[in-house]
Structures are given as structure tokens and as C-alpha cells.
T-cell receptor, first 114, second 112 residues
Framework: DAMVIQNPRYQVTQFGKPVTLSCSQT?????MYWYQQKSSQAPKLLFH???????NEADTPDNFQSRRPNTSFCFLDIRSPGLGDAAMYLC?????????????FGPGTRLTVT | AQSVTQPDIHITVSEGASLELRCNYS??????LFWYVQSPGQGLQLLLK??????LVQGIKGFEAEFKRSQSSFNLRKPSVHWSDAAEYFC??????????FGAGTRLTVKP
């Protein structure tokens, strides 16, 4: 089945130690998104790629970076995780840009910062 | 900027009972409106969406929602809840190209 895959499902990192979360998709979608969802809060868009074009949300901290080496893969890099970065990180894809296109979500990676 | 309020953090209903989850939005123009469901350990799945036209929208899994402009609401309903409907439900409002704002979610518990 075509899907959005996130690895790992659970990640533990130390305060200040760089960490990378991975997302891959078999849907061949043009757009890939990263959301942050803190406990009991709404998912919040961090950034998205339309093909190779990177679009950062205005309030996304500089500590968060992303790479998309090809259509299938997208990575979220947290350069120096703080305790406040502990959250579920959701990857999503859509066929085209804009909200007319449905977003398909992966199961998420739960990040713990110790 | 647009925003979404889901007034109920947690709702418990009995299996077979009807369900209504509330969603209120704030946006100056006609919004795009969505309901997503998130089961434990799963990603978000789109239940239904409203862009324009008929204000009563049918979705998957027997859910429907009604857009009421006068009340700035987009409540989700289901006539008879199944145990498998227990999950977290998110309402979202969209504006602009990719600007989708989610509510904080309503957790649904289904009693046998």
C-alpha cells in the first residue's frame, strides 16, 4: 500500500545533542510537510517542501531545519534539542500545493529529550 | 489569522449513541474546514472537508458535518457510535495556500 512512513517511531535524545527524524513516502507526492504536536495541543506546521522549494513558517525556530534529497524522503533536523522540543513530529504529504489537496499523514515520531 | 476552538477536551458516549463534536472557527472570509481523526499510534486521517457548496458534508466512516456560517461552526456528527470510533478528533481551518490551523482536539471515549 502507498503510504507515509516515519522512522523511528520513538526517539530519545539528550539535551543539546543533534537529532534527525526521517520521513519517506511511496505516494510520489510533490509536497511534504512537518508538523510539531506537543502533548494535548494542536499540530503546528513547521515547514513544507513543494518539490525542492523550501517554505518555512515564520515562527519556526532556527533550531529546526529540513532536507529533502529526493521526492521520496524528507528529514527534520533539530540542531540542539531543548526540553521544550519534546513532542510528536508528524510528516504529511499532498499531491499538490494548497489546501484543496488532501494531506496524508504518517504515524509520527515521538521525541523525548532527556 | 484564522483560528479554531474545540470546546470539549474529552467526551464519553455509549456505544450506539449519537455523537456531536463541536468546532468553532474564526476567519474573515469563507474558510476551508476539515475534520481529522487520530487513533492511538496512528497519523491523522481526513474524515471530511468543506470548501464550498452544500453546507452538509458527508465523510468516511459514517461521519457528517454541517457548516453554519452564522454560528462560525463546523460540528461533526455521527448517528450511532461504534467502539472503534474511540480516538482523538481534530477540527482544522485553512486559508491561503498551505496555512491550516488545527484545534487542540477532542478525545472521544466510547463506553460499551
Amino acid at each position: 500500500d502507498a503510504m507515509v512512513i516515519q522512522n523511528p517511531r520513538y526517539q530519545v535524545t539528550q539535551f543539546g545533542k543533534p537529532v534527525t527524524l526521517s520521513c519517506s513516502q511511496t505516494l510520489n507526492h510533490n509536497v511534504m510537510y512537518w508538523y510539531q504536536q506537543k502533548s494535548s495541543q494542536a499540530p503546528k506546521l513547521l515547514f513544507h517542501y513543494y518539490d525542492k522549494d523550501f517554505n518555512n513558517e515564520a515562527d519556526t525556530p532556527d533550531n529546526f531545519q529540513s532536507r529533502r534529497p529526493n521526492t521520496s524522503f524528507c528529514f527534520l533536523d533539530i540542531r540542539s534539542p531543548g526540553l521544550g522540543d519534546a513532542a510528536m513530529y508528524l510528516c504529511a504529504t499532498s499531491r499538490g500545493g494548497g489546501l484543496l489537496y488532501e494531506q496524508y499523514f504518517g504515524p509520527g515520531t515521538r521525541l523525548t529529550v532527556t | 489569522a484564522q483560528s479554531v476552538t474545540q470546546p470539549d477536551i474529552h467526551i464519553t458516549v455509549s456505544e450506539g449513541a449519537s455523537l456531536e463534536l463541536r468546532c468553532n472557527y474564526s476567519y474573515g472570509a469563507t474558510p476551508y474546514l476539515f475534520w481529522y481523526v487520530q487513533s492511538p499510534g496512528q497519523g491523522l486521517q481526513l474524515l471530511l472537508k468543506y470548501f464550498s457548496g452544500d453546507t452538509l458534508v458527508q465523510g468516511i466512516k459514517g461521519f457528517e458535518a454541517e457548516f453554519k456560517r452564522s454560528q462560525s461552526s463546523f460540528n461533526l456528527r455521527k448517528p450511532s457510535v461504534h467502539w472503534s470510533d474511540a480516538a482523538e478528533y481534530f477540527c482544522a481551518v485553512g486559508a491561503g495556500d498551505n496555512d491550516m490551523r488545527f484545534g487542540a482536539g477532542t478525545r472521544l471515549t466510547v463506553k460499551p
